[in-house]
């Protein structure tokens, strides 16, 4: 009996053709096993996080009046006459942070708009890494350039009566600290603008600021503006550089020549103490940390709203 050899290379191809096809499949299911077991870490961890705030903070709002707390001028825990009023930590976080903004969101913003709409390609490609690099410098080194740099100068030059440690230091070097963000984000939702809308503002006879001002900025506003809150919240979160350049004495003032305590500094002071674990003293930490995880949390909830509302879609 003859064998066909076309079907015998049919079947061959066949089962060849199966083999890849249940390799492919067996390489896709053990590839998005690992990306939900990835997305289920993230989603446990967060829990987890939210959950011990939870409940440590709840076990201090059991000791200290929520009123007492949220509403209470004097934050003197370490002291023998405590007082447990996070205002002043609350005061010193915003006004660093504000101060930051004042610095940050037009150096950003600026730095974005030349760099998307007038640098030349080989300036761009130049300018651009060298800008992102203070994203890559550990913050206490910002925090000791502040003390040891900054701090002098101002002293020297404006300010002869400023403390060694003060809120003014803070907010520069927080400022530069969160510059790459505005420009890195702002630039690449800037670039993103369909050049057609260009092209046709040019055609109806626009200059190029015309342009960038009623044109690309407008479109591009929903990702500069998310940058912005961005850089806000690493300004509120952030810890190292305003522990070393601000300093530690917790006070409401609007006095940026002043040493101010903000929530992340006194989290550090508390945490390298000597505080025993389960007193009153030691929650404090999680109270703080829960406050501070609420104003983020308000803020990126504000910025996705802002982006929502705002977003442009280009077909």
């Known amino acids: 009996m003859a064998i066909d050899s076309s079907s015998v290379i049919n079947s061959s191809g066949a089962t060849t053709r199966f083999r890849r096809r249940r390799s492919r499949r067996l390489s896709e299911s053990i590839v998005a096993t690992i990306l939900m077991i990835c997305a289920a870490i993230t989603i446990l961890t967060t829990v987890g996080i939210v959950a011990i705030l939870l409940a440590e903070g709840l076990s201090f709002f059991g000791e200290v009046k929520p009123q007492d707390f949220f509403f209470g001028t004097r934050w003197t825990p370490l ?33 974005a708009v030349y760099l998307s709409e007038y640098a030349k390609p080989k300036v761009r490609n130049i300018l651009k890494p060298i800008l992102e690099v203070l994203a890559g410098v550990p913050t206490i080194v910002y925090g000791y350039f502040a003390l040891t740099w900054i701090t002098p100068l101002l002293k020297a030059t404006i300010f002869p009566d400023i403390g060694v440690f003060n809120a003014l230091s803070a907010m520069i070097v927080v400022g530069i600290m969160t510059v790459p963000m505005v420009s890195s984000i702002s630039d690449d939702s800037i670039r993103a603008v369909p050049a057609s809308l260009r092209e046709a503002a040019y055609g109806l006879g626009s200059t190029k600021f015309e342009v960038v001002t009623r044109v690309t900025f407008p479109a591009a506003l929903s990702g500069i503006v998310a940058s912005y809150i961005l850089a806000v919240s690493r300004a509120v979160g952030e810890t190292m550089a305003v522990t070393l350049a601000a300093g530690a004495t917790p006070r409401i003032t609007a006095n940026p020549l002043e040493s101010v305590q903000t929530m992340t500094a006194y989290i550090v002071q508390v945490s390298l103490g000597d505080t025993p674990q389960g007193t009153t003293v030691f929650r404090t930490i999680f109270a703080v940390a829960l406050t501070l995880f609420a104003i983020t949390l308000i803020m990126n909830l504000i910025s996705d709203r802002i982006v929502s509302r705002y977003k442009e879609r280009y077909e």
């Open 79 to 111: 002291f023998p006459s405590a007082g447990f009023g996070v205002l002043p930590l609350i005061c010193g976080t915003l006004l660093i942070a504000l101060g930051a903004s004042l610095i940050s969101l037009p150096l950003g913003t600026l730095a």
